[in-house]
């Protein structure tokens, strides 16, 4: 029997501060914390520090939030885009030129543009992009490209799922091909990128990938006589949603990059490689939270707890079945000796943020707080059944709290409807 009590899970605000905080700002709402996000950069770079000019490219998707971008970007971190709306992010939050990255695939022409009018890195996801790229816009300065190593990597991931059949990236044969046309072409400026993993959380894999890229540009040094000056590691450091498993440790993966670094790179004259990481959920996935207030309560077949928030907030378990803790404010000590599922009100019977959860007894009033919604949360909203995404909140360093996303309104819902607003009766 497995304890009837929740193992806790922190949050920034006493109760007292956040029914305060309610008071100004109605739930729901993801509410983010300035001082954890700073640290998980913290420890991010500490263990990249003996790497030369180490770079994080923040993966914008996951939070995109100027502000959010804009107090990475204080502490060092560039952006990686994917998208013409995040390269005006990065832009808005003064982040520009080669601190940017552009990571997107199926890429648009005027979001090319948008990249190179901003002076971004553009790595490109397809050896046909390179054509498509001189004829829509121009050939950059520096380019990179997206490799795929197959089945290389014999434990695929659900999410990006196993990369030999993943869209991403170029065969390896294609890659040394890219670089071929770009050197004939006359660029002389090159990175080399991959992107394998999501919510990985052993250090053996984010290992292997860097012996894989590093064996990689190696090789294609010795062929193409190519001198990247970085090697981007991709994103996909995990988190630990539940409360019993453990965080990545960041440490073994510095100290084992570093040694494959001086083993692979350094011999072969490519002790200079910049290294660099486009980590989103690492940096700012603890450190959100998405509040709600309970709205209804219902038994029929099993017991449910209706909130006032739903998918369209986090639409991760419904998405992935991904596992978010949740706590009941007040009540955090109370033995869990109720199931619930925990529903938001879409007319979709997935809409639920958890299924047959042990928690506290819950009452119509009570707050709910969803933990670990600070990545791929907010951001991944949509307006199915003409529901409406929520604001976002930031715990600022100095503990005070800002409103930096109001809530959607009937209006902003009704903006792109081309119908006679009289006729729509919004009284805003
Ligand atoms: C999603 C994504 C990231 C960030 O992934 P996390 O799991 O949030 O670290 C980085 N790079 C690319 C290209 C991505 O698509």
Redesign the pocket.
Known sequence: MTNIFQTPKNFPLTADALREVIKRFPTPFHIYDEKIIRENFRRLREAFSWAPDFRE?F?V??TPNPYIVEVLARDGAGT?C?SIAELFISQAADVVGEKIML???DTPAEEFRKALELGAII?LDDITHIAYLEQNARLPEIISF?YNPADIMNDGND??GRPAEAK?GLTREQIFAAYKICLDKGIKRFGL?T?I????RKASTFIYTARIMFELAAKIKSELGIKFEFVNL?????IPYRPDELPVDLKTIGDGVKELFHEILVPVGLGDVRLA?????????SAGWLVSTVLHKKNTYKQYVGLDSCMSDLMRPALYDAYHHITILGKEDEPCDEVYDVTGSLCENNDKFAIDRRLPHIDVGDIVIIHDTG??GHAMGFNYNGKLRSAELLIRESGKIEMIRRAETLNDYFATLNFPNARLKLNH
């Open positions: 490219h993966a998707k996951a990686d994917s990571t997107s695939n790595n997206r999410i990006i991403y990128h992107m993993a999501s919510n990985e991709g994103g996909g450091l995990g990481m486009e980590s989103g959920r690492a940096i700012t996935g990545a791929h």
